[in-house]
C-alpha cells in the first residue's frame, strides 16, 4: 500500500538484533551535511563546463525537471512494489520516501541506485551519440536527476560495502 503524505504503521523491530544502517554517531547525525555538500557541488558542475542547458524557455526546463522527479520516485516504488508498505513524505524542499519492507542488499542497492542509473548514468552516455540540441536535454536531465539523487548516491556506496548477505529494513540492517 502506498501512503501519500503520511507516515507509515510502526513497525515493530527487535533493535537488539538489527544494526543502524550509518554506524557511526557523528556521520549519522551529520549524513545531510553530506548530501547538501553534494548538492552543490552537482549544481556547480554546469558553471565549469560553461553551461548544458537547452536553448528552452525556464517554464520548460522546469516541467523537465518535474518529469525527471517523478520518473525518479515511480522507479523507486517499482523496486520494492509488493515488498511492503511505501510512504511518499517530505520536510521542506525534500522528498522521502519510506518502506516497511525487509530488503536484500542487491534489492536494496537496485532501490538506491536504478533512479540514477537510468535517470543519470544512461542519458550521459546517450549523449555521445545525439546532436548536440538533443545532447544539452540529456544533459539537463541528468544534472537534474543528479541533484535529486544525491542521498541515493551516497547511500548506494553505503549499501555496497555492506556484508553480502545483509537484509535492510527502516535505517537499519543485520546479517542473515
Not at 106 to 111: D, G, S
Amino acid at each position: 500500500m502506498i501512503f501519500w503524505f503520511r507516515h507509515l504503521p510502526q513497525l515493530r523491530m527487535d533493535l537488539s538484533e538489527w544494526t543502524p544502517f550509518i554506524p557511526n554517531h557523528w556521520f549519522r547525525k551529520h549524513y545531510m551535511k553530506f548530501v547538501y555538500l553534494l548538492q552543490v557541488i552537482i549544481f556547480l558542475i554546469p558553471y565549469f563546463f560553461g553551461g548544458w542547458f537547452p536553448h528552452i524557455t525556464t517554464f520548460v526546463l522546469f516541467l523537465i525537471g518535474l518529469l525527471v522527479f517523478i520518473t525518479h520516485e515511480t522507479l523507486h516504488i517499482i523496486v520494492i512494489n509488493k515488498k511492503g508498505d511505501i510512504s511518499l513524505t517530505f520536510r521542506g524542499l525534500f522528498f522521502w520516501l519510506h518502506t516497511n519492507a525487509v530488503l536484500s542488499k542487491q534489492r536494496f542497492w537496485v532501490f538506491m541506485s536504478l533512479p540514477f542509473i537510468v535517470l543519470s548514468v544512461v542519458p550521459v552516455i546517450v549523449s555521445f551519440f545525439v546532436t548536440e540540441d538533443i545532447r544539452s536535454i540529456f544533459l539537463f536531465v541528468c544534472w537534474i536527476n543528479s541533484l535529486i539523487s544525491a542521498s541515493d548516491i551516497i547511500n548506494s556506496f553505503l549499501i555496497a560495502i555492506k556484508p553480502k548477505n545483509s537484509v535492510f529494513c527502516k535505517g537499519y540492517y543485520q546479517l542473515q
